[in-house]
């Protein structure tokens, strides 16, 4: 399929408003991926089947299942253009799904315009004020249990106001300002402790490196390991090498557009991999630092970015591995025994993280108390660690 004919299909796949519904979702979406199950979920409730029985639990049941299968569906056939991802070696009737960045480029602001339920207004996808708003509004019912809706608005302006100086097509701001704003939040509300499962991979650009590595990490571990990139000095886009690579793999849907690096992210993620960064990253206790002496792929030939995504691949294999390891009975604090930890009040006297902070991240979002969001708002650049 050539571009042309590509766009056309995308064109064509998304003349379905139900399509643009499910990319805001998929978008505004706290864990940044989830399953058909989990669309239907976070949607109405489903009524009864009409004609059936009055009160039954089998009509619902019956209603809910033709819905994830329409929902599945759709999911499916964005994936087939490119504009949603599958993450992780799983089942197709357990796929799980995000936005690409070519989803969020090309579609994204669209999605954000559409009526979120029947009845409500069509937006101007030029009017990024209204479609902030909108934003605002979603994310502010989404994260209602840790944050107000003034916090909520101020983060969502601040990250519109960030991006609005990074990215070069203006029509792009509001998707991003969705994609990251959604981040920064579930970040935020996992400030309590960084969890041996939250990666974050770190390099200049944010471009080559740690994109490999989370595309990888994500095609890897499935569910099993939140992933995050950033960039020290961030680019206005992907590199072009990189993606052509990583699209011969099957993994170019699984990177995403280069962002700030910001100390709500560092906060939140147990494990920061740097890639050629230096010493940008900020140091907070508690979290383990591996550093990867790795050539930046910017610039050079297939060949040579070949090697580096090979080499990247085998150093997030055994790293998947560590982290699965450290779940086994006996070896529970394998990742926060290591040197590379820095010692934090947090961790349990023995050195171990409970097994219910190990795995997943949702379930911990609504324990954890909103602690620091009126210090990380604003930040501008990297503070030093408290």
């Known amino acids: 399929m050539t571009p042309d004919e590509l766009r056309s299909a995308q064109k064509l796949t998304m003349a379905n408003p ?48 033709h819905a994830v299968m329409d929902v599945r569906e759709h999911l499916e056939a964005l994936v087939a253009v490119g504009l949603v991802a599958v993450v992780g070696p799983v089942p197709s009737n357990a796929a799980l799904y995000r936005v690409s960045s070519r989803g969020i480029a090309r579609f994204g602001g669209a999605a954000l315009a559409a009526p979120r339920y029947p009845g409500e207004a069509t937006l101007d996808a030029r009017d990024h004020d209204a479609l902030l708003d909108r ?20 983060l969502v302006r601040e990250c519109y106001a960030a991006l609005n100086r990074q990215v070069r097509s203006s029509e792009q701001v509001p ?27 770190v390099c200049v650009h944010n471009t080559g490196r740690s994109q490999i590595a989370a595309a990888v990490t994500r ?24 993606e052509t690579v990583l699209a011969r ?5 699984l990177i995403e557009f280069p962002r700030e690096l910001t100390d709500d992210i560092v906060r939140t993620s147990g494990v920061i991999v740097t890639m050629g ?20 792929p910017a610039g050079r030939p297939i060949e040579e970015v070949e090697r580096i995504v090979d080499d990247i691949t085998a150093r997030v294999r055994a ?16 990742a926060l025994a290591t040197s590379d930890v820095v010692p934090a009040e947090a961790v349990a006297a023995d050195g171990t993280f409970g097994a219910e902070q190990q795995r997943g991240w949702l379930p911990r979002l609504a324990r954890r108390p909103w602690t620091v969001v009126t210090t990380a708002l604003g930040a501008r650049g990297q503070r030093k660690a408290r």
């Not at 979603?138 to 003034?150: D, I, R, S």
């Not at 959604?182 to 402790?193: F, I, K, P, Q, S």
């Not at 998947?320 to 006996?330: K, L, Q, S, T, Y």
């Open 18 to 65: 139900d399509r643009l519904r499910l990319l805001a979702d998929l978008l505004t979406h706290p864990a940044g991926r989830c399953t058909a199950e989990d669309l239907v979920l976070r949607a109405a409730p489903v009524d009864p089947v009409p004609g059936g029985p009055e009160a039954g639990d089998l009509p619902r049941s019956v209603a809910a299942a």
């Open 249 to 253: 793999r099957g993994l170019d849907g």
């Open 135 to 154: 934003l605002a509004d979603t994310l502010a019912v989404t994260f209602a249990a840790n944050a107000g809706a003034g916090t909520v608005d101020r």
């Open 277 to 296: 960064c230096g010493d940008a990253c900020p140091v907070f206790p508690g979290r383990r630092y591996l550093d990867w002496p790795l050539d930046d």
């Open 319 to 334: 790293l998947v591995a560590e982290i699965d390891a450290a779940d086994e009975p006996g070896v529970a604090g394998l």
């Open 175 to 201: 998707a991003l300002t969705a994609w990251l704003a959604t981040d920064r939040l579930a970040a935020m509300a996992e400030v309590t402790h960084g969890s041996p499962r939250d990666v974050l991979f």
């Open 219 to 242: 095609r890897l571990a499935g569910d099993r390991i939140r992933v995050r990139t950033a960039g020290t000095r961030p680019v206005s886009e992907p590199d072009t090498m990189t």
